[in-house]
């Protein structure tokens, strides 16, 4: 090993400062003290500290500590000579040499991915795994600058030169290997000193880069395509659908897209560059101004193709972590935005991994509470916690069905559940509440929460009939979906992002709807039941205060399937039959429940079906209020309905005479020439007799209704496993 002088400490200074360097044992490759990666510049003016490089090797902090200086270790030189022929202009950065390939280093300005991995999607190695061809090292890594390889060999310097200065986005990657992504800068917290009202994300960088506007002889588009590289850098402002968009600020807990204006963008220019334009001095003569962009520029600059192209694409916001593939291997997403996926992930914690089986028992437990109608519910009910992970980390690739949570009485858990479903998420669902047309309508506002990105969209509490041509589009869109507020432009947006729901006490859908509807029924607990409880609280507080556990268990349900080469089986009883196939493999084999599509076709046919709805809310009605075993007539049938506030098919206001004749005629056609029928748990006995209307008058039939309950009550469950 060459002895390290003071004029050797000083080249090396010259060609990487500013950064921290960091004393690390004679052939050794890095520190196992922990705490190494917190050393700051401050150490370099501590002359105890810099006498102690003299003793071993020196690494550099790599990174944030050392003003982004970074380093590309390529494994061999077979990979180097590849990657530089891509790169020439980093032929010429220090370039420096250990036991095999090399490390090139370089100063990132402006934003940088977190460290990583660099893999060849087509090479593997002896396990069978992609083949390892290099690094990208960033904060948090180190590598070594001088000193004496594990191996005795002396580290070398194959290019004695200054480490360049570039963007990252400059860097080309070869086609066939994995990439660096996720930003790693994010910007202060809202409030913080420096930080950029109404931008989250990356700052840009310090120092700001000069822009010519649009005049004298720049043209439109030879602006954009100096600006947008330094904004899209920033990954503060996005193309959504070519739309310009940034994520708004916290509210709620909650962050959201927003639209980009013109007269937004003209204040947003500032942050990344200091802006010109050529202007006629008194004397005649040309000269670059200081300016604020006008309107005009800022929508022309908008519209141009370079702001489409060059700016990151985004396609939703997730408020925790979300797991996602890259080739055989999984990865989980957190902290900012990922350039690969295009999802800006805003909060949560970073999910511990959980054993599968405790993973399966902690999910079924928070549903312990519910009593599900049958297994089948329960299974479609479990499906639901794991499907918006599925759909977030891209793993599905058809579509998803609506989650219709449906309770035979009010106050039985269904939004409850919905919460529940979210806060695993660490989000809050978006409610969409009834209304009728007009202004504000169920369309417009299902058009804002899309708009607005986030995640968990649902229909809440919904009653009667429920007819969205609107909805039924969105459900089976392929890559947009066109999407349009009052006093906005339209846009489109990737329906692929969304998870929507529905809950419903007996709601009446379309049979369109009901065919992309996964339908959960539940019965409301007795009186006096004893709902478990946490030490933070109920189930919702427990989850809320576990979320990255809890976040963790569907992460290793999904990582199981994804490691048995995602199976599916051979269900057919849905219309998604790729979600369907799916999740019924998971609830039977990492759950051990029931087929996933089990009674599902009669949940299906009854909710679309209008004489079928009405008599579902007759008998539970008549459960309700006492009248089980009772013998009904039409008329007492439409008593029934009025004192429960059940609506009458086809009756406009309440009548003593006609209502009972729609009664008798919605019962009659679900009957048919059947005397009885059998639904969801009830039996209904239908019985004809002779009657009179008045003492000797002439004889008619007269059929009744008598209301049973099959077997043991919904509410005791036998199914449910102990």
Known sequence: MSTLTHDILDHIFHVVWPAVLLPVPHKQKGLETPGWQKTT?????????????????????????????????????????????LNPKLATTLRTHGSRGFNLWLRISGPFPRSKFLKHRQLRDDKGKPRKVGEWRATGMQTILWGTHPSGVDYTWLVDAPAIVMRFEEVVWPPDWTRPGGMERTAPVD???????????????????????????????????????????????????????????????????????????????????????????????????????????????????AASQMLPKIIGLANCPVLVSDGDECRVISNGYDAASGIFVTGGGVPPEVELAEAA???????????????????????????PALRFGQHLADHIPMDTMEADASQAGKGYREELKAAIYNEVPTLVTQKKGGVGSDDETFNAALLAGHPFINFDNRRD?????????????????PVRVPYRAGL??????????????????????????????????????????????????????????????????????????????????????????????????????????????????RVSNTGLSFIRKLVLAAERLGRLGQALTATGLYDLAMEDGIDVPNLRQPDETAGPKLVGMAIGRVFGPEDSIELEGFRIARTTKKAAKEPGGSAYDQKTYTIERLGQSPRHPTWVKQ
């Not at 969304?498 to 859908?509: A, H, P, Y």
Request: hydrophobic fraction near 45%; charge should be negative.
């Open 191 to 305: 409030g913080a000193a420096g930080s950029t009202p109404g931008v989250t994300g990356v700052n840009p960088a310090p120092v700001l880069e000069e822009i010519v506007l649009p005049s004298g002889g720049v043209g439109i588009n030879e602006t954009a395509e100096k600006l947008f590289p330094i904004i899209a850098a920033s990954n503060t402002i996005f193309s959504r659908e070519g739309a310009m968009v940034e994520v708004g600020p916290l509210q709620k807990g909650v962050r959201s897209l927003e639209l980009v204006s013109g007269q937004m963008f003209r204040s947003r220019m500032e942050y990344f560059a200091k802006l010109f334009v050529w202007r006629k001095a008194k004397d005649g003569v040309a000269e670059l101004v200081p300016t604020a962009a006008s309107l005009d520029r800022a929508n022309a600059l908008m519209a141009t193709v």
């Open 492 to 605: 489109f947006i990737d329906p692929s992002w969304f998870v929507v729901g529905l809950t419903s006490n007996g709601v009446e859908i379309t049979q369109d709807l009901a065919n992309r509807a996964s339908i959960v029924r539940i019965c409301k607990q007795p009186p006096g039941f004893q709902f478990k409880q946490y030490p933070e609280g109920d189930v919702l507080a427990h989850v809320k205060a576990n979320q990255a556990y809890y976040l963790g268990c569907v992460f290793s349900v999904i990582i199981a399937w994804l490691e048995a080469s995602k199976p599916r089986t051979q269900e057919t009883r849905h219309s998604f039959r790729g979600w369907c196939q799916t999740l019924d493999w998971i609830v039977q084999e990492l759950f051990g429940e029931a087929p996933l599509m089990d009674d599902h076709l009669l949940a299906q046919q």
């Open 361 to 387: 028992a902690a999910l079924k437990a928070l549903l312990a509470d519910y009593h599900f109608q049958t297994p089948g519910d329960h299974s479609r009910s479990l499906a639901s916690l794991i499907t």
């Open 465 to 481: 009939k429920f007819d969205s041509t609107h909805l039924e589009v969105f459900l089976t869109a392929r890559s947009s979906f």
């Open 41 to 85: 510049m401050a150490a370099m003016g501590d002359p105890a500290y810099m006498r102690s490089l003299f003793d071993g090797n020196i690494g550099v902090v790599l990174g944030e500590p050392s003003n982004g200086l970074c380093t590309i270790d390529l494994d061999d030189d077979a990979f180097g000579a590849e990657f530089l022929a």
